[in-house]
T-cell receptor, first 114, second 115 residues
Framework: KAGVTQTPRYLIKTRGQQVTLSCSPI?????VSWYQQTPGQGLQFLFE???????NKGNFPGRFSGRQFSNSRSEMNVSTLELGDSALYLC?????????????FGPGTRLTVL | AQSVTQLDSQVPVFEEAPVELRCNYS??????LFWYVQYPNQGLQLLLK??????LVKGINGFEAEFNKSQTSFHLRKPSVHISDTAEYFC?????????????FGKGTHLIIQP
């Protein structure tokens, strides 16, 4: 069974631009969560989607948004990029997104904002 | 809301020695507990989890952890480490009721295995 895939793996953008990251969950998984990992703040929850609906959202500004498609693939978008948005963005999928269900993580997309 | 504290940012250990990585959490509600490992340039891999029942949980790669409710701790142990265990280890919690927080992670402990 293929794991969680994220594209692209690396991305360089400049301040003020916007970016879209993509995540393909494990086949059959309906929940996709996104996390931001930085050296200073560590791993922080961005949001979770289940059956095309945002179910949970972390404490991030509105510049961070996402969506999920009918095939469970998910995208996250960051508009008006700031230097502090440089991070590893991790996507995780699970069968149903319930708290006790294991989340499987992808390799991440490393975003560098110049 | 929950919080997780991993007291050691770095733990150097000699190969074949035992290791304990400490994790304490704070929460006003019941939580599930997890340990993840992250190898360089990779995502996170689940080592083990505590949902309920026996407080001693065994995971992959010879790791185990013990849940202590009174001390709100979930320390990770391995009796004999290998050079391949060099990685970043994250303790995480999630409210049993779910909610807006998703997984809440500690800052991580970098396990350094010395030959």
């Amino acid at each position: 069974k293929a794991g969680v895939t994220q594209t692209p793996r690396y991305l360089i953008k400049t301040r003020g631009q916007q970016v879209t990251l993509s995540c393909s969950p494990i086949s059959g998984h309906r929940s996709v969560s996104w996390y931001q990992q930085t050296p200073g703040q560590g791993l922080q929850f961005l949001f979770e989607y289940f059956s095309e609906t945002q179910r949970n959202k972390g404490n991030f500004p509105g510049r961070f948004s996402g969506r999920q498609f009918s095939n469970s693939r998910s995208e996250m978008n960051v508009s008006t990029l700031e230097l502090g948005d440089s991070a590893l963005y991790l996507c995780a999928s699970s069968l149903d997104g319930t708290p006790r269900t294991e989340q499987f993580f992808g390799p991440g997309t490393r975003l560098t904002v110049l | 809301a929950q919080s997780v504290t991993q007291l050691d940012s770095q733990v150097p250990v000699f190969e074949e020695a035992p290791v304990e990585l400490r994790c304490n959490y704070s929460s006003s509600v019941s939580v599930y507990l997890f340990w993840y490992v992250q190898y360089p340039n990779q995502g996170l891999q689940l080592l083990l989890k505590y949902l309920s029942g026996s407080t001693l949980v065994k995971g992959i790669n010879g790791f185990e952890a013990e849940f202590n409710k009174s001390q709100t701790s979930f320390h990770l142990r391995k009796p004999s480490v290998h050079i391949s265990d060099t990685a970043e280890y994250f303790c995480a919690v999630r409210s049993e009721r779910g909610g807006a927080d998703g997984l809440t992670f500690g800052k991580g402990t970098h396990l350094i295995i010395q030959p």
